[in-house]
T-cell receptor
Framework: AQSVTQLGSHVSVSEGALVLLRCNYS??????LFWYVQYPNQGLQLLLK??????LVKGINGFEAEFKKSETSFHLTKPSAHMSDAAEYFC??????????FGRGTSLIVHP | NAGVTQTPKFQVLKTGQSMTLQCAQD?????MYWYRQDPGMGLRLIYY???????DKGEVPNGYNVSRLNKREFSLRLESAAPSQTSVYFC????????????????FGDGTRLSIL
């Protein structure tokens, strides 16, 4: 069985501030982990993917995520938020079935 | 690059009507998926097709049927639409579902916004 918990349905930051979106997972096998971003009226786009090659994964648009096995976490960060980062973010885990399970999403709000 | 194309983009149905949502990908992917997205619920898997000729139920298959027409196309059918099926539907594809030792990222269409009155 696998599951994903995204803490906080909404996260609000000021432009230029640190972005931290939290994701905790459970998986009975070593997982594949993903972060996706969804802009209004669009489908999901891949931000980054963890496949055990390195615990710190760099993605597009300045985002990165760190895999911490002991904490079963895969939090997404960005040092400095831009207005264009405002979107919905989804964490997903894929275990033995290879079919991803998605979290409920976190809406990132960026204030000027 | 078209990627994953979904039609229609919007649709309004009356309860009891039927319709088919179309999805096509041009990336030569083996695996295709249908999800529904509802506020606060994330994406929930309706059906998937690991490869051409196979389909399997996901988390919420009731009220839906699918057809993997060929490697490119994967359609979702609502036989008798109900208001509870009002949602945004997304089709996605991946290179392969497991087997290669790697789980590729999913590529998504832009969705079909379906309202059932």
């Amino acid at each position: 069985a696998q599951s994903v918990t995204q803490l906080g349905s909404h996260v609000s930051v000021s432009e230029g501030a640190l972005v931290l979106l939290r994701c905790n997972y459970s998986s009975s096998v070593p997982p594949y982990l993903f972060w996706y971003v969804q802009y209004p009226n669009q489908g999901l786009q891949l931000l980054l993917k963890y496949t055990s090659a390195a615990t710190l994964v760099k993605g597009i648009n300045g985002f990165e995520a760190e895999f911490k096995k002991s904490e079963t976490s895969f939090h997404l960060t960005k040092p400095s938020a831009h207005m264009s980062d405002a979107a919905e973010y989804f964490c997903a885990v894929a275990g033995g079935s290879y079919i991803p399970t998605f979290g409920r999403g976190t809406s990132l709000i960026v204030h000027p | 690059n078209a990627g994953v194309t979904q039609t229609p983009k919007f649709q309004v149905l009356k309860t009891g009507q039927s319709m088919t949502l179309q999805c096509a990908q041009d990336m030569n992917h083996n695996s295709m998926y249908w999800y529904r997205q509802d506020p606060g619920m994330g994406l929930r898997l309706i059906y998937y097709s690991a490869s051409e000729g196979t389909t399997d139920k996901g988390e919420v298959p009731n009220g839906y049927n699918v057809s993997r027409l060929n490697k490119r196309e994967f359609s979702l059918r609502l036989e008798s639409a109900a208001p509870s099926q009002t949602s945004v539907y997304f089709c996605a594809s991946t290179r392969a579902l497991g087997g290669t030792g790697d789980v590729g990222p999913q590529h998504f269409g832009d969705g079909t916004r379906l309202s059932i009155l």
